[in-house]
């Protein structure tokens, strides 16, 4: 029989047992199978999820992903369902809802804006009974803003209390 | 700094996805290793750069991967324990004109293709062929019987 190429032995480069290289491969590639499935099923966002929360005269309904990827943009829908007379519908936002995002739009636009211990306040003015009131707010997530926040949404008529959501959202590298 | 950490994960992960998908994507032409070699750059390059269109931005994903491709490279070199791990050792494909069908099928290659990379090679038939090895980048080297 020839000799085999210099450097190289028939114990290493043709009879050794490789099966631990090819466990670690199909390891491997099964990982990325069960990331791309998890994927499908919107594990790593962005498929939006609804919160409802009936208060006192007022209904509020936040429509928004509850995972973000960095870069991606992304809805949140707030809708005001007004029972009775509401004075100043004003929604307050966690900080997470703006921690590290950017707002590019806000449509309408309230009438006021403030902050309330360090939360973002929108004050959409006066609903009368039956009024319905849909606010969208486009966003955009900051690559570098990874984690997970709160993302509660409460509903005021001036400084009253009518209802609150309780949301977080998770931010993927 | 962030910018320097996906970069480090870029590469990783690249580097990690050659060495499962094996040798053969690494210079075979066939359409779906194309497919492969040609978009993976474009889909890595806005997960590490992402909005930073700036110069010294530029430098430090390219001085990273520099940094860790020279790494990668001398730690292969210095410790031949970590060599079989970084890169893969050369592979006895065809021994005496026949082909090695374990080491084949272990790296996806078929007898036809291994005949067509001889073909490229000036060699009509497997039967010239003395060894053939599979080599840790993909290419394969094909010595000849003496006539």
Known sequence: MADTPQYL????????????ELILRRGTIALLVVMAALALTGF???????????????TIEVLSP????????????????????????????DRGWLEGMHINTIEPAPVGESSRQGRLVLDFGHLGPDDKLVAYLQFQVNPTNVGRRSQGVELYDGETLLASVERTVTVFP | MDIVLRAIFGFLFIYLLLRVMGRRELSTQQPFDLIMLVVVGDLIQQGITQSDYSLTGAVLTVGTFGVLTVAFSYASFRFKRLRP?????????VQNGKPVEKNL?????????????????????????????????????????PT
């Open chain 1, 9 to 20: 032995t028939l114990e290493t480069n043709r009879d050794c047992d490789r099966s631990g």
């Open chain 1, 44 to 58: 790593f966002g962005q498929p939006p999820r609804e919160s409802v929360a009936h208060g006192e005269g007022a």
């Open chain 1, 66 to 93: 509850n995972r973000v990827r960095g870069g991606l943009f992304f809805q949140g829908r707030f809708t005001i369902i007004a029972e009775r007379d509401i004075e100043s519908a004003t929604l307050v936002l």
């Open chain 2, 85 to 93: 791990i970084l890169e893969a050792e050369p592979l006895i494909i």
């Open chain 2, 105 to 145: 099928r272990h790296e996806r290659l078929t007898v036809g293709e291994v005949a067509a990379e001889a073909r490229l090679q000036q060699i009509p038939s497997l039967d010239a062929v003395e060894w053939a090895v599979l080599e840790s980048s993909g290419k394969i080297s094909f010595l000849t019987r």
